[in-house]
């Protein structure tokens, strides 16, 4: 009975917490129900990226933790990678590792119920932020709190997941970091920033920038004058709490750290140009509501609620809010405003790099900083006059109507009218809230009813913007596609490479789990990004990504892809595949080019192979002669294509290149090339376009082929007969002016790749044993020259030759590879991520530096010596104006909700 009570009187002392939880989780809810989310129809929330990367490694990661596989590297995906810096990134969360209970079938819904969830805590603990600072807590904490929990940011991103952790626990750090400054306790600020830098090192680290710029404006806001020693101590604290939170990061933090060297976005430099993005009344205007959220690119997404706006006017006329706190937090603010518009801030607060589309991805604080200020400002509403609330809607007003002129093109005929009725319900509101004559509980369940109509407005029409796609077509034939990986597991315990030769999905093999090479993150390794490109794989550096089309069998054979599956639909005209099963529509064939993991090449293949050739055809060609030291062409062009357009000028075609301008003012712009085979053989096209808007490829007996706009890649178009020809349709989009166009279509001389391929074929690594995180085998060499294999090259690989290790060199840049003498040799390759070790160690430090600074704590106070400290709180606790309530037990209610606060965090 006692600890029954204990609980109930849990619940009721943090029952608006509870509420801040479930306001903004159901709102959203309500949302995804409304877009027929499953299970309440056909769609889900993955969409953009969480469609092709978020999903697919969260999945990946719900299969490693039913199976025991390693968390440190995964071969389902980019031929191996490290999966703890892909973990750090985008799986880090605690809320993921209870997937271990979900069935497969439901893990979409399970990753939706999570984004839920993490939108309803970003509530919770804004609400603890709030009750924390204030010691106040009613039905407005809740309204306040589901602000930040469902402002744009949120909206916007959602998709986003791994972002939300951050946004759920900034409010616990800056409360934290409110309470080192006041009371000299440090735990909840070193913990929560420890937990930031866990679930999402990246907007943690805008976090970092913002605590950095936010601290002295929180210390100098205060009344208390400390003098400049007090003013070190405290700073001294804060700086070792920070570093603390930081080293028990370490685990992941640190061989995150040195993974990341191998990405592309490592060599970002500063602009040397100023340039501010738009007018400065763009953004204010992003404020209002119903105005644009911005999905992929816009403006910052920094609406947090009317109400939100309107008390942060409130807060400079406020007579009980000191003046310096007004000037300084202003002074903040527009700093922040500043850095979402100035581009050298910009590339700051993103990591001293920008970002690829998803601008402003730090623009949250913003919101957190606005609702808190607008919290304050309600707390001492008593002190505004009704003719300051009238001149204030008035200027609101005035404003809105003139953005309507101005901007009338950008905004929806309903902008103004949802700004403007919500604009007179809360005045009319705070004109009734400031006379005190209902009762307080009352008044502020009716402003989270109002905030939560706005704020419903606002999800539904984010969760549209943001979109869906359809459940049905993102699962299909990924049943089959699953049995036909189990089953060939079961029939070849070896160690190669499978492939989906028509994705649909960037990220395949983590969706479907099979050992694959397409790879789509933002951890991608740039070094394997432009070998695979230039070897004729969909890749770009910038974008982020490989991902594996039906290529060449050289390609195949250089990356172990020894089968393929055709998804839906068969693979036909490939004469190197054989059938070797199916499951109703999906089929899956065996690559009887396949080489191993492992492989010997001559010496010149390591020094002299040009990999940095633009025609992929001629890369690949002379990988094969400087591996072998044959002069073999594999791959020999058809020669020129026959031109037509519409709306369009073609050029002459030059080493493959077409120059073209498109007409202005032309509709549906296009152009065909038709190349024609001289011979019977095997076709492959690479097409390349600028400002294409559809590529198609087909040959004369074959079926159509889309090709991806953004990139070009080795594509097979089947065997071709003598003369049959291939045509090329490239769709322009109509406001493109001019471009060129890439364009190498070659064939495929067999006879000379079977002749180089024994050759390659005839010293290969025998794999007797792997797993997660290691390969073992022999190989037996007939005469010194380089082992490569087709493994990504990281400082974590160890190899071991006969037992002694060698030191590891790279083949292309990109993959694993040592000099390796004749004979019999036993070859062991081993798996550790980079700083892994230092990084346990940096975390054990940190956990023990923070277990010693508590006992220190425990000890002064104690001993008596932590009075000062207790004053020094006293002091510094925020005044809790009189609340216009009414009635004594009103107002004793009002006098104990303080005492019960203080139970919680």
């Known amino acids: 009975m006692v600890k029954f009570q204990t609980i109930k009187g849990f619940f009721y002392r943090n ?84 997937t271990v209970f979900v069935p497969d079938a439901y893990m979409m819904e399970a990753v939706t119920l999570i984004i839920l969830i993490k939108v309803g805590l970003a509530g919770a603990f804004m609400a603890i932020y709030l009750r924390g600072m204030h010691q106040r807590s009613d039905f407005s904490t809740a309204a306040f709190a589901a602000l930040y929990a469902l402002c744009a940011y949120v909206i916007g991103y959602y998709w986003c997941l791994m972002w939300l952790d951050v946004v759920a626990l900034l409010p616990l750090c800056i409360l934290g970091l409110n309470r080192l400054i006041d009371r000299g306790e440090f735990k909840l600020y070193t913990i929560s920033l420890a937990a930031m830098m866990l679930t999402n090192y990246y907007i943690g680290g805008m976090v970092c920038i913002f605590i950095l710029f936010y601290y002295p404006i929180l210390y100098f806001s205060r009344t208390k004058k400390r003098g400049i020693a007090g003013c070190a101590r405290i700073t001294g604290k804060a700086v070792l709490c920070s570093a603390v939170g930081i080293m028990i990061s370490g685990i992941t933090l640190l061989p995150t750290f040195l993974n990341m060297q191998n990405t592309y976005y490592i060599d970002s430099q500063m602009p040397t140009d100023s340039t501010f993005y738009s007018p400065l009344m763009d953004v204010i205007t992003n404020l209002l509501p119903n105005t644009q959220l911005t999905v992929r690119e816009g403006l910052p997404n920094i609406y947090c609620g009317l109400i939100t706006v309107m008390m942060f006017v409130f807060f400079l006329l406020a007579k009980g809010i000191p003046v310096r706190k007004k000037f300084l937090n202003c002074l903040f603010l527009a700093f922040l405003i500043l850095s979402l518009n100035w581009n050298k801030l910009d590339f700051m607060w993103h990591g001293f790099h920008f970002p690829n589309q998803l601008p402003f991805r730090y623009s949250f604080v913003v919101s957190f900083l606005l609702i808190a200020l607008a919290y304050e400002a309600f707390i001492h509403f008593r002190e505004i006059s009704l003719v300051q609330i009238a001149g204030v809607t008035a200027g609101f007003l005035g404003y809105v109507i003139l953005v309507q002129k101005i901007f009338k093109d950008d905004f929806s005929q309903e902008f103004v009218y949802v700004c403007l009725f919500l604009l007179f319900v809360y005045a009319g509101f705070l004109a009734v809230y400031r006379t005190g004559k209902f009762d307080h509980t009352l008044m502020c369940f009716i402003l989270l009813v109002i905030v939560g109509g706005e704020l419903m407005n606002h999800t539904a029409i984010g969760v549209e913007k943001v979109s869906y796609t359809n459940r049905a077509e993102y699962f299909a034939e990924s049943g089959d596609v699953r049995t036909l990986t189990r089953e060939t597991r079961e029939r070849d315990d070896g160690f190669y490479r499978m492939e989906v030769a028509n994705p649909i999905i960037l990220n395949s093999p983590m969706l479907y789990s099979y050992p694959g090479v397409s790879m789509f993150s933002s951890t991608v390794n740039g070094n394997v990004s432009y070998l695979m490109e230039h070897i004729g794989l969909e890749a770009k550096d910038v974008k982020n990504r490989y991902n594996y089309v039906m290529t060449t069998p050289v390609a195949n054979a250089m990356l172990n892809v020894k089968y393929l599956i055709g998804r839906g639909v068969p693979i036909e005209g490939e004469s190197s595949l054989s059938l070797a099963g199916g499951k109703e529509t999906t089929t899956l064939y065996e690559n009887k080019y396949d080489l191993s993991v492992g492989y010997m090449v001559n010496s010149a293949a390591a020094y002299s192979w040009d990999f940095n050739q633009e025609n992929p055809f001629h890369v690949l060609n002379d990988f094969v002669k400087t591996a072998t030291g044959t002069d073999a062409g594999i791959f020999h062009s058809v020669g020129e294509p026959q031109m037509t357009g519409s709306g369009v000028s073609l050029g002459s075609y030059e080493n493959g290149r077409i120059g073209c301008t498109v007409g202005s003012g032309e509709t549906n712009p296009s152009a065909k090339l038709t190349f024609t085979s001289p011979q019977e053989q095997q076709v492959y096209v690479y097409i390349e376009v600028d400002g294409a808007e559809t590529i198609t490829a087909k040959r004369e007996s074959g079926n159509q082929i889309d090709l991806r706009e953004d990139c070009g890649a080795v594509v097979s178009v089947g065997m071709c007969q003598a003369g049959e020809t291939v045509d090329i349709d490239i769709q322009f989009e109509e406001d493109q002016t001019g471009g060129a166009i890439t364009a190498f279509v070659y064939g495929m001389d067999t006879k000379s790749w079977e002749q180089a391929y024994s050759l390659l074929d005839d010293e290969i690594l025998n794999v007797s044993e792997h797993s997660d995180t290691s390969i073992g085998g022999t190989i037996d060499v007939k005469e010194n020259g380089y082992f490569v294999t087709s493994i990504p090259y990281e400082k974590g690989w160890t190899i071991e030759v006969d037992g002694e290790e060698r030191s590891a060199e790279t083949l292309g840049g990109a993959f694993l590879a040592i000099p390796l003498e004749a004979g019999h040799h036993q070859i062991r390759m081993t798996y550790l991520p980079d700083g892994l070790i230092p990084g346990i160690l940096l975390s054990l430090c940190g956990i023990g530096i923070l277990i010693a600074l508590c006992f220190i704590r425990r000890k002064t106070a104690g001993s008596g010596l932590g009075a000062s400290k207790q004053e020094e709180k006293a002091d510094n606790l925020p005044a809790l104006p009189a609340a216009p309530i009414a009635g004594k037990a009103a107002r004793r209610r009002r006098r104990l909700t303080p005492l019960r606060c203080r139970r919680f965090l």
Do not use: C
């Open 15 to 98: 029952r608006y917490i509870f509420l801040a939880f479930f306001v903004p989780f159901l709102l959203m809810l309500l949302a995804f129900i409304g877009m027929d989310f499953f299970p309440f129809g056909e769609n889900q929330s993955a969409v953009i990226d969480m469609y092709h990367q978020y999903f697919p490694f969260i999945y990946e990661l719900h299969e490693k933790l039913q199976s025991g596989g390693s968390l440190l590297y995964s071969w389902n995906g980019g031929l191996g990678t490290n999966f703890l810096t892909l973990l750090s990134y985008y799986a880090a969360s605690p809320l993921y590792f209870l």
